[in-house]
T-cell receptor, first 112, second 115 residues
Framework: GENVEQHPSTLSVQEGDSAVIKCTYSDSASNYFPWYKQELGKGPQLIID?????GEKKDQRIAVTLNKTAKHFSLHITETQPEDSAVYFCAASREAGTALIFGKGTTLSVSS | ETGVTQTPRHLVMGMTNKKSLKCEQHLGHNAMYWYKQSAKKPLELMFV???????ENNSVPSRFSPECPNSSHLFLHLHTLQPEDSALYLC??????????????FGDGTRLSIL
């Protein structure tokens, strides 16, 4: 079955710096890769997603890149702010209506 | 407000109790999911329902019993749970249809503690 590895497990940056979180997946049939942000006491919130027919997607300060050949995808956050501090999860799935396979999460701390 | 509401938010129960978790989505989706989130482990899928029919059961013990009476409501019935079942239980929903995968939207979960 699918396996998703996520690195690093913790990441500390200064406000204004960039943060990069990387994930690898094992199932070449996976074609959908969302990223979620989870704040304390809340459920995961979708922040950006990418499909296998696209190499890069950007939404304001957040961007995701996908390398299908290498089976890895990354989340890039620029100009980080303290409110970006949270746990970030990558995930992968094969088709609609099936499970998302999650990475173990990255705890991002942005200090001012 | 995520559009997916879970109740209760917190639940403490003994191992011999029977309780139910409830999830309701107001997004018009037709797929619903139960996930388990334990400390230091990835979110794990438990069950998937598409158009009210269960399509995935991820080898979940029978002490967890899901019910999906319609596309807007999902329940997780609990009985004779074990201490290792203490976790955050998350419900999610997504559309199904043309265009491949669609985003799953999560509720804020039920924090379950087994005494």
């Amino acid at each position: 079955g699918e396996n998703v590895e996520q690195h690093p497990s913790t990441l500390s940056v200064q406000e204004g710096d960039s943060a990069v979180i990387k994930c690898t997946y094992s199932d070449s049939a996976s074609n959908y890769f969302p990223w979620y942000k989870q704040e304390l006491g809340k459920g995961p919130q979708l922040i950006i997603d990418i499909r296998s027919n696209v190499g890069e997607k950007k939404d304001q300060r957040i961007a995701v890149t996908l390398n299908k050949t290498a089976k890895h995808f990354s989340l890039h956050i620029t100009e980080t702010q303290p409110e970006d501090s949270a746990v970030y999860f990558c995930a992968a799935s094969r088709e609609a209506g099936t499970a998302l396979i999650f990475g173990k999460g990255t705890t991002l701390s942005v200090s001012s | 407000e995520t559009g997916v509401t879970q109740t209760p938010r917190h639940l403490v129960m003994g191992m011999t109790n029977k309780k139910s978790l409830k999830c309701e989505q107001h997004l018009g989706h037709n797929a619903m999911y139960w996930y388990k989130q334990s400390a230091k482990k990835p979110l794990e899928l438990m069950f998937v329902y598409n158009f009210k029919e269960q399509t995935e059961n991820n080898s979940v013990p029978s002490r967890f019993s899901p019910e999906c009476p319609n596309s807007s409501h999902l329940f997780l019935h609990l009985h004779t749970l074990q201490p290792e079942d203490s976790a955050l239980y998350l419900c999610a929903s997504s559309p199904l249809g043309q265009g491949g995968n669609q985003p799953q939207h999560f509720g804020d979960g039920t924090r379950l503690s087994i005494l």
